[in-house]
């Protein structure tokens, strides 16, 4: 299915240029399929067989797409890896998946040899800073690139995307052509054009790309690539570039509309905003939404899932500020109790869902495969939330990141979502800090806005009428940024040990 799209979107689209990197060099539809093309019949010279896994420690870009395209013309599986999780992260990946073959930038291989984890057979190193048309020329050979394709086979594996936890050991979601379609058509992308103007720093190896790359090849638009993140670059691409469409998490929009030169950009080529990856705060929504001029609608789903719940730019501007919206064209949405029972309307449970675009499987793991499914087939997203009469979804934290306070359950995210409306406030995450009367207290980690000053006092006294005395925080730490993860989510992890050596009262 992948296979046959980048040929059909070389033969739409031809030389239009598919992704442009930071240096401005682009890689077009074209070039996409006829380097996938030669790299397909290198990867079979290199004995790579249908089924086989070909992990990728590749930045995004064009190497990895032709990578990826390649792989999925010869029936391989590409497992994406991360280039920004550490060394000891990389390698827990690597063991999951077992590759045949690892292809690897320069400072990423040495990590990912066979001599560092034993079930990798083989490691490539490949230059990824060369021009696109130079891309995999250590694989790349000329041949009869039809010889080595097979035959499509909806059922067949086509990606392996890692489940990005910041604790725990990495599960891989393997996803199929059934399931890359499936979301294609639940995301309403499974027409040819359409595509516009688009900004990415979001590693490749992430759900997004591994798994809408059909869609977005179908659109014919153009990505700009961010080597790394930061709110100036993502300002001065917009302006330059006449960025149409903003996605990302609700971090990166946060950071933006603070930036210096916010004020002073022309963003008037954006047309919607695209939050998901996390949780966005009504605070955040509202101020995108006047900030831009433009419909700001929000995602949610989880890795497993594949896609899950939204708004949409036609419905009311509440419910994107108070909910995550309503299920998805062909998504059954449910919030059940620890029975696997359904829950009343309002009431707190686990949220699943369901559709033709979850997960297959975990990789090589039936334990846990068998632990994230329902009997009905729904998969458990470890998130907590509940059902409002209109059916939209209101999120309430992870399963873990709930704490209980004097025997009271306290939600995290219900009092981020009180506490980001604070004008003192940018940026607020709410963790758990042991305390030997209460059981667990909750600390506020809070980016002050410029020239501002948050107390203790203030934020308890703001969040007082809205939320019971026990869900307020009872300690605060203002920090210069949020710790994130590799990727560009808040670092739970990472707040706890700040939230761990925080004074009470402070």
């Known amino acids: 299915m992948l296979a046959e799209i980048v040929r059909e979107a070389a033969a739409r689209y031809g030389e239009a240029p598919l992704y442009v990197a930071t240096d401005g060099r682009a890689l077009s539809y074209k070039e996409l399929d006829r380097l996938s093309d030669e790299a397909a019949v290198g ?88 021009a696109p048309a130079e891309v995999l020329a250590e694989v790349r050979r000329p041949g009869d690139a039809e010889g080595v394709w097979t ?32 979301i294609a058509h639940i995301d309403g992308a499974s027409r040819w054009g359409g595509g516009g103007r688009g900004l990415s720093a979001t590693s490749f190896a992430h759900l997004g790309y591994m798994t ?38 609700p971090t990166q929009v946060a950071l933006m509309l603070r930036h210096e030169r916010f004020v002073t950009t022309d963003v008037s080529s954006v047309r919607a905003i695209a939050m998901g990856g996390g949780p966005a705060t009504a605070a955040l929504v509202r101020e995108a939404r006047d900030a831009f001029g433009v419909p700001v609608v929000v995602r949610y789903t989880c890795t497993e899932a594949g896609v899950g719940v939204g708004t949409s730019p036609a419905d009311p501007p509440e419910d994107a ?78 399963t873990k990141e709930m704490y209980v306070r004097g025997g009271y359950n306290v939600y995290p995210l219900e009092v981020e979502n009180v506490l980001s409306d604070h004008p003192g406030v940018a940026q607020v995450a709410v ?16 980016v002050a806005r410029p020239g501002t000053e948050v107390t203790l006092d203030a934020l308890r006294a703001h969040g007082r009428g809205r939320l019971a005395a026990y869900k307020l925080p009872e300690a605060l730490v203002v920090v210069p940024e949020l710790p994130r993860t590799a990727m560009e989510k808040v670092d739970r992890a990472a707040l706890r040990a700040v939230a761990a050596g925080s004074a009470p009262g402070r």
């Not at 690597?94 to 045949?100: H, N, Q, Y």
């Not at 292809?103 to 490539?124: D, H, I, Q, R």
């Open 212 to 249: 809408k790359l059909p869609q977005a090849l179908r659109g014919g638009g153009t990505t700009f690539l961010m080597d790394r993140w930061s709110a100036g670059d993502a300002l001065d691409m917009v302006a330059r570039h006449g960025i149409t469409t903003l996605g990302g998490i």
């Open 43 to 130: 990867l079979a010279a290199r004995g790579v067989r249908p089924g086989d896994v070909v992990a990728l420690l590749l930045p995004s870009g064009a190497s990895y797409a032709v990578a990826y395209a390649a792989a999925a013309k010869i029936g391989a599986v590409t497992a994406g890896v991360n280039d920004r999780l550490s060394p000891p992260e990389r390698r827990r990946c690597l063991a999951v998946a077992r590759p045949r073959l690892v292809l690897a930038s320069a400072e990423l291989a040495a990590s990912s040899a066979p001599g560092a984890v034993a079930e990798v057979e083989e490691v490539l190193e490949v230059d990824a800073t060369v």
């Open 151 to 182: 035959a499509p086979d909806p059922d067949r594996a086509v990606a392996v995307v890692f489940t990005s936890g910041t604790t725990g050991d990495p599960k891989g979601a393997v996803f199929g052509g059934r399931q890359l379609d499936a």
């Open 431 to 446: 963790v758990a800090r042991p305390d030997a009367v209460m059981g667990e207290i909750g600390v506020a980690v809070v």
């Open 321 to 398: 500020e108070e909910s995550v919206g309503r299920a998805r064209e062909g998504v059954e949405l449910t919030v059940r109790d620890d029975e696997d029972r359904a829950v009343p309307v309002g009431e707190i449970g686990h949220v699943c869902l369901k559709s033709a675009a979850v997960m297959d499987r975990y990789w090589r793991d039936p334990d846990a495969t068998r632990a994230v499914f329902t009997a009905d087939g729904a998969v458990r997203t470890g998130d907590l939330g509940f059902l409002d009469d209109r059916g939209r979804l209101h999120l309430s934290g992870r």
